[in-house]
């Protein structure tokens, strides 16, 4: 069974910065590609970035480009996204998600919020 489970998220100030936690289990982070999305308040979940497998790449939203920084850590099963100069618009629930075996899935996810 593949359970994801976000970490990482809190109450940051513009311009700080937060490295998020996707640990997987019931599937190899290396062998998939693995995602990250966000929903804000009131808005529609979006594409923030995502990690190809087999380390074939990284693609980001043109929002978070430059900013972001998505990694992988093998040994650990976990998938990274390192968010740094954070903005207000940032403030989300970020979630992470796979697609495996024609199932898509997602973790719970990890409230990030951006705030003076």
């Known amino acids: 069974q593949v359970q994801l489970v976000e970490s990482g998220g809190g109450l940051v100030q513009p311009g700080d910065s937060l490295r998020l936690s996707c640990a997987a289990s019931g599937v190899v982070v290396g062998t998939v590609h693995t995602n990250w999305f966000r929903q804000a308040p009131g808005k529609e979940r979006e594409f923030v970035a995502r990690?190809?497998?087999?380390?074939?790449?990284?693609d980001y939203a043109d929002s978070v480009k430059g900013r972001f920084i998505i990694s992988r850590d093998y040994a650990k099963n976990t998938v990274y996204l390192q968010m740094n100069s954070l903005r207000p618009e940032d403030t989300a629930i970020y979630y992470c998600?796979?697609?495996?075996?024609?199932?898509?899935?997602w973790g719970r996810g990890t409230k990030v919020t951006v705030d003076s």
């Open positions: 990690i190809l497998n087999g380390g074939a790449g990284t």
């Open positions: 998600k796979v697609f495996l075996r024609g199932h898509t899935h």
